[in-house]
């Protein structure tokens, strides 16, 4: 039986009426931060003391589709010394997701020459990456007000471009069944379809937790029709065990385009994003001191070619084989083919052909070209000095190419632009961060006051010498209150390995609110009113009799 638009509409009538299920929408919860408790400084840009309130505004000003066209990037971070420099580093890059894409040469294979470096964003890690990074790589914030989330919700479940989505996610999942020998009934299709709907949603996992459902690839195509612009995602192609075996293929690498809207309508630069680890990232440059004036048209270029078969990145979802089609029908008979795939690109971003001489691709294996990475990258650290010290020695393990490509690539533009916003946030960062970046130094001069391990982890505290003082000298009010109770939480039991005095007893045995000794002779543990004041053990014993 075929499965028409008006069929999933009959079927999952809950589609039009489903809404926002977290109670409060992203408008009133945006009021700016009162001002009389102040945060600590965090890591991340948007989260310096000085820009909470920067950051709310921010989202009630941006939450419009005029804003969707900002691309974020890092300033000139050349200027600084080398030390505050590596501290940044640390503070804004996912250096493990740099490292390893570009180790297994996903990522800033192109860097040679001219062309520029990309950096992934550190990212909140809480189910919710995928819109995090988007946020970050427009505006320099996460999406910590789910905003995004919930407007990713609402496309999925009652948007104008919800039967359209849900017929290209069929489409090419039907693919993916068929190579794993699978096919679904209709109604396996629309509970599939509602469990990508109810993924998307902004309520955490469960009551306990603060995280949410991590995201699949029909997400970011609805994200792209969402912010109006294409997403290219770099990633790796296949998950790897610790030997290097490759276990899994990695779906999420490739191109996204707003295929249901107009051209005309989207911005023309991408948004570039990272995944590894089952993680997002957003990938920004570093400003130069060389770039364009503010408002230039140039922007830099980035490769659209994969860089271990020479064709270009997939395009997911392209197909979409309209209301009326018969889903019994072969799939072949609408072919996807490579050229209208480059066609379709170039509708909607600025493309061009660009000749990369042998010195600036940088796919190679002979060795000469693992020297000339080795130094290449040298020249990187200019903008980002230690990562791109400590990424060289990598490039001797990276894998050989499967087949060779010619030297006139596809490209697209890239151009990037700051919010105001943005600008007065990354000021008020760097200021924050100099500020942690004396107090680190200063306390590895004088030595770390504390150090706590677990297995080969450490994490640090510094002590507050002036309140350690204080509390030294607050009289003991009770001195044998503290040596005779014990802990006493919910129904559990705990072990009384002392004698209590005449007086502790008389204390515990008048006190209706408080547990008394077991009523077992002997018995040196703690009975509750529950178990009709006998230990957990001893009533446990008496139930058996």
């Known amino acids: 039986m075929a499965l028409h638009d008006t069929a999933i509409n009959s079927l999952v009538p809950s589609y039009d009426s489903l809404n926002i299920e977290n109670g409060t929408s992203s408008a009133s919860s945006l009021e700016p931060l009162s001002n009389t408790s102040t945060k600590k400084l965090a890591r991340g840009i948007s989260r310096a003391t000085e820009n909470t309130d920067i ?7 941006l939450a419009g589709g005029d804003t969707l066209e900002f691309t974020f990037s890092l300033p000139d971070l050349s200027i600084y010394p080398d030390d505050f420099r590596e501290f940044l580093e640390k503070d804004l890059i996912e250096r493990g997701c740099l490292v ?21 964003l550190a990212t909140t890690g809480d189910g919710n990456c995928l819109l995090h990074a988007a946020s970050l790589g427009m505006w320099g914030f996460h999406d910590r007000e789910l905003t995004l989330r919930e407007q990713l919700h609402t496309t999925l479940s009652n948007g104008e471009f919800r039967l359209a989505l849900f017929r290209r996610w069929r489409w090419r999942q039907m693919a993916l069944n068929e190579a794993a020998g699978l096919k679904y009934t209709e109604a396996e299709w629309v509970s599939e379809w509602q469990g990508i709907v109810d993924m998307a949603s902004a309520n955490p996992r469960n009551q306990m937790s603060t995280s949410y459902q991590s995201l699949e690839e029909v997400h970011i195509l609805a994200l792209a029709h969402i912010l109006r612009r294409t997403i290219i995602v770099v990633a790796e192609t296949m998950l790897k065990d610790s030997e290097g075996v490759a276990i899994a293929p990695i779906p999420f690498g490739g191109i996204y385009l707003p295929f249901e809207i107009a051209p005309e309508l989207c911005h023309r630069t991408p948004l570039l994003l990272a995944y590894h680890s089952a993680h997002f990232s957003p990938l920004v440059t570093v400003d130069s001191s060389s770039d364009p004036r503010e408002g230039s048209l140039e922007g830099y270029s980035i490769p659209l070619v994969d860089p271990d078969t020479g064709s270009l990145y997939p395009v997911h979802f392209a197909v979409d084989p309209g209301p009326d089609w018969v889903w019994s029908a072969s799939q072949e008979l609408l072919p996807c083919k490579k050229e209208d795939m480059e066609i379709l690109i170039k509708r909607y971003l600025d493309c061009e052909y660009q000749i990369f001489s042998v010195d600036e691709v940088d796919r190679m294996v002979e060795p000469d070209s693992i020297k000339h990475k080795v130094k290449q990258l040298n020249s990187v650290a200019k903008q980002f ?79 507050d010498s002036n309140s350690h003082a204080s509390v030294s000298k607050l009289p003991a009010t009770n001195p044998n209150k503290d ?17 209590l005095s005449e007086e502790s007893k008389s204390h515990w045995n008048n006190n209706s609110d408080c547990v008394k000794n077991c009523r077992t002779v002997d018995c040196k543990f703690f009975g509750s009113p529950q178990n009709q004041y006998y230990c957990s053990q001893c009533w446990a014993e008496l139930r058996r009799l």
């Open 100 to 120: 390893s894409l570009e180790a297994a040469g996903r990522l800033n294979w192109w860097c040679g020459g001219k062309h520029r470096v990309l950096w992934p």
């Open 385 to 463: 000095g230690s990562i791109g010290k400590s990424v060289s020695k990598f490039w001797s393990k990276r894998p050989k190419p499967n087949s060779s490509y010619g030297d006139t690539l596809l490209c697209v533009r890239v151009r990037s632009r700051r919010h105001q916003y943005a600008d007065q946030m990354l000021q008020n960062y760097l200021e924050s961060a100099h500020d942690r970046y004396l107090q680190d130094c200063k306390i590895s001069d004088s030595g770390t006051p504390l150090n706590y391990g677990a297995g080969k982890s450490k994490f640090y505290t510094a002590c």
């Open 55 to 61: 950051v709310t505004h921010a989202r009630l000003k």
């Open 483 to 499: 040596r005779d109770s014990t802990l006493y939480l919910s129904r559990s039991t705990f072990y009384n390995d002392n004698i």
